[in-house]
């Protein structure tokens, strides 16, 4: 994300959105209530009165709405921003509904009337960080998943499998399964200008795969990490491995999930976190919210059913009382973790007495 203007006294923030993550960090940051403007296309109806009734034209035009629903999801790679028209030519009726389809290199305006320091946070975390740089691969001898990770989770590339031989086979030469593999390495270091893989598997599969490798250039990127199966759900048991946090630990996904994982040994251990909205927000009436973790499903939640209001006057408290506010994505499993407690919690500075 590039930040094109910033006057924080007027509460404006206008920014150019770059790629896909991009669109996650604006779905989090605008609300409800904020003023979103920008150059859009609407249609126009031209003409008199007898052919605006017949026809209507898409037109460039300039418009300014109050945010009332805010949408997103990556599988459709826009964010829809909705509100009602404040400012526009007069060819646009004021008070009528207009959606912003926000895409990649889509330039928008955000004005709120106060910025919290989360927000600002991360909203420079966008604008500072570059394409994730990490790959990892999980394999065994029959199938292997690529994954490429994002600020917002992680997305498969690809999903391969081979041949493997039968016994009675062993004298019928077939391509070597790991040599695909390489190859596919190779080619994603290329295409995304990865800087570190991680290449997991079950048992010595990814030792044997290691042995099959000649480029010197290409085995100073990899780690090495043991997984219990090649799939999906060993992508997400690799992230969590001890060898593994050094290599993660500046994308943001690995330390959205450290602060879930940290949460949940203060659950076990100790008073010193509470879940669910109303304990979180007694926590934080009390001032005791050391750090608040919400996701963004019970963000998008809170707004579908109108009472994203308590939620924003939490962060807000929390905000004032020099507590940090980390809105987690719901993509990994750190999210659904919280989301299975509620989709909200706090680490708390003080044991609460009540």
């Known amino acids: 994300m ?6 924080l006294k007027k509460g404006e923030i206008k ?3 770059q790629n896909l993550d991009d669109l996650w960090y604006l779905s989090t940051l605008i609300e409800p209530n904020d003023i979103a403007q920008g150059k859009t296309l609407r249609k126009i109806k031209a003409g008199s009165s007898e052919e605006r009734a017949k026809e ?3 037109k460039p035009v300039f418009i300014k709405i109050q945010v009332e629903k805010v949408e997103f999801s990556k599988h459709t790679n826009v964010l829809r921003v909705s509100g009602v028209i404040k400012e526009a030519p007069e060819e646009v009726p004021l008070g009528e509904h207009h959606t912003f389809s926000i895409d990649e290199n889509t330039a928008i305006a955000i004005i709120k009337e106060n910025w919290l320091k989360y927000q600002l946070d991360k909203l420079k975390e966008a604008c500072a960080e570059k394409r994730s740089a990490l790959l990892i691969c999980v394999h065994d001898r029959e199938e292997a998943y690529f994954a490429l990770f994002k600020k917002y989770g992680y997305e498969i590339l690809t999903h391969i499998q081979g041949e493997v031989q039968k016994k009675r086979e062993e004298n019928i030469k077939k391509e070597n399964f ?8 190779k080619e994603y270091v290329e295409r995304y200008r990865i800087k570190q893989i991680i290449l997991a598997s079950p048992a010595f599969w990814k030792e044997d795969l290691m042995k099959e490798l000649k480029d010197n250039e290409l085995k100073q990127k990899i780690l090495l990490a043991t997984c219990s199966s090649a799939t999906k759900n060993g992508i997400e048991e690799v992230i969590k491995r001890p060898e593994v946090r050094e290599a993660l630990k500046q994308e943001r996904t690995a330390k959205e999930i450290n602060k879930v994982e940290e949460l ?4 076990a251990k100790s008073n010193l976190a ?22 963004d499903n019970f963000i998008q939640k809170s707004r579908m059913k109108n009472f994203y209001m308590e939620v924003e006057n939490m962060m807000k408290s929390v905000d004032k009382t020099k507590g940090e506010v980390e809105v987690i994505s719901s993509e990994h499993e750190g999210g659904k973790k919280l989301d299975g407690l509620g989709g ?5 500075r003080f044991k609460l007495n009540y």
């Open 178 to 185: 790991y040599l695909i593999i390489i190859n596919k390495l």
């Open 344 to 348: 909200i919690a706090a680490i708390l």
């Open 274 to 295: 509470v879940y669910g909205l109303k304990e979180t927000q007694n926590a934080a009436l009390m001032g005791a919210v050391k750090e608040l973790l919400i996701t």
């Open 15 to 17: 920014v150019l959105t």
């Open 56 to 58: 209507a034209i898409k």
């Open 2 to 7: 590039k930040l094109l203007h910033s006057n």
């Open 264 to 267: 949940l040994v203060e659950i």
